[in-house]
């Protein structure tokens, strides 16, 4: 049989998503994924094994709407945050991942415009060529700042990443609102990291209805593997979005451990300095070689530029080489930079010595 033949019309040219290079032997230092490089704090993964030997819970569907954890996140974890109004509810998913997939099944019908900038995280265009989307791409200036084209733009979505991945910078929330009330469709702005900032365009929900602002426990809360994350919106998305998601899109353990999270933020946002100390060890400590520069970050990475491009590949290879694995992008406009996550103190220092080495050949 020609099984081929059975398969969508668009995946003859759709390109999947291309995780990142994972290596999971001893000895490498990874700081090539933007994963929080703690493992969830003792209360937290107290909380999760108490789940998992439940014995009353694991043969059990889970609550499809994970109503104590959207209970929790509007009461607690966003309480201080001068956010929501009556207007505004909470989507419980699969990761920021799923809540993207959830997104376009809400809004897009095929051949609906999508606006997605360049460079930003990768997953906007993959879902936007799987459900046949017309792209609208829009290039981010050099300085990676959003242009005035901006305001003219028209479709169904518009996708904004902030902080944005690679670079590492929020947009302020000025920005964001214009493009709000420019904008015909709906503005999602993708927060995974801005738990390592100090912006948010949370606040925002109260002036405007058109946008969805996602959140992750994947990065801050240390969650990545269990696969929990959250949308704030207008009551009216949220009930859209809960009805097009698969019923039981988050599992028991992801429920409670987001719970336990909510319940324990303070701590875990303690152990997070470590990572924002960190950060401004390594801006400092690279901004001080010539031909290079360091841009500012609000996540827990660094995109550092190379005046000369060759030099770019010279360091990746020899990183790799000592088995310190960093990201490079074989994209336009980005072939002079390297995306550094940040990691523990240690795993630093080996990154910044074998810098230092690599530094006296080619700086
Ligand atoms: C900008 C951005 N958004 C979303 C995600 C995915 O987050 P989640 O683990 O919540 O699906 C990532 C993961 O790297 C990301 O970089």
Same mark, same amino acid.
């Given at each position: ?198 912006? !948010?365009?949370? /606040?925002? &929900?109260?002036?405007?209805? =058109?946008? @969805? ?6 990065? +801050?809360?240390? %969650? ?65 070689? !010539?031909?290079? /520069?360091? &841009?500012?970050?609000?996540? =827990?990475? @660094? ?6 491009? +060759?030099?770019? %590949? ?50």
């Amino acid at each position: 049989m020609e099984i081929e033949n059975l398969f969508r019309e668009t995946l003859k040219k759709y390109a999947a998503y291309e995780p990142v290079e994972q290596i999971n032997e001893e000895g490498w230092v990874i700081l090539n994924t933007n994963e929080n490089p703690y493992p969830p704090i003792s209360d937290i993964l107290k909380d999760i094994k108490i789940a998992i030997d439940d014995s009353q819970k694991l043969h059990k569907y889970p609550d499809p709407l994970a109503l104590e954890v959207r209970k929790a996140i509007l009461n607690q974890l966003l309480r201080d945050k001068n956010t929501l109004t009556n207007r505004n509810t909470v989507f419980i998913g699969n990761g920021t991942d799923e809540i993207l997939d959830t997104i376009f099944k809400v809004f897009i019908d095929p051949g609906d415009e999508v606006v997605i900038f360049y460079p930003t995280y990768g997953m906007y265009k993959v879902l936007a060529n799987l459900y046949n989307a017309k792209i609208k791409e829009i290039k981010l200036n050099e300085d990676f700042s959003i242009p005035d084209d901006i305001f003219n733009a028209s479709g169904k979505l518009i996708f904004i990443n902030s902080p944005n991945d690679p670079n590492g910078q929020s947009f302020d929330n000025e920005i964001i609102e214009k493009i709000c009330n420019s904008f015909s469709g709906i503005v999602v702005v993708d927060e995974a990291y801005a738990d390592f900032g100090e912006k !948010s365009c949370l /606040s925002l &929900l109260k002036k405007v209805d =058109n946008l @969805i602002v996602c959140r992750s426990f994947s990065k +801050s809360f240390s %969650l990545a593997s269990l696969r929990i994350g959250y949308a704030l919106a207008d009551a009216r998305i949220i009930k859209e979005m809960n009805r097009v998601k698969l019923p039981f899109n988050t599992n028991y353990v992801a429920q409670i451990a987001a719970l336990s999270c909510i319940k324990h933020r303070n701590k875990v946002y303690e152990q997070n300095k470590k990572i924002l100390s960190e950060r401004s060890r390594l801006t400092d400590e690279l901004s001080r070689y !010539s031909g290079i /520069s360091v &841009l500012p970050s609000d996540a =827990n990475f @660094i995109f550092i530029k190379f005046e000369d491009q +060759s030099k770019t %590949l010279k360091f990746l290879w020899d990183l790799k080489e000592i088995k310190i694995l960093v990201k490079h992008f074989s994209k336009p406009n980005l072939y002079n930079y390297l995306r550094i996550t940040i990691s523990t103190r240690e795993n630093n220092d080996k990154f910044l010595t074998a810098f230092q080495d690599i530094a006296k050949k080619y700086l």
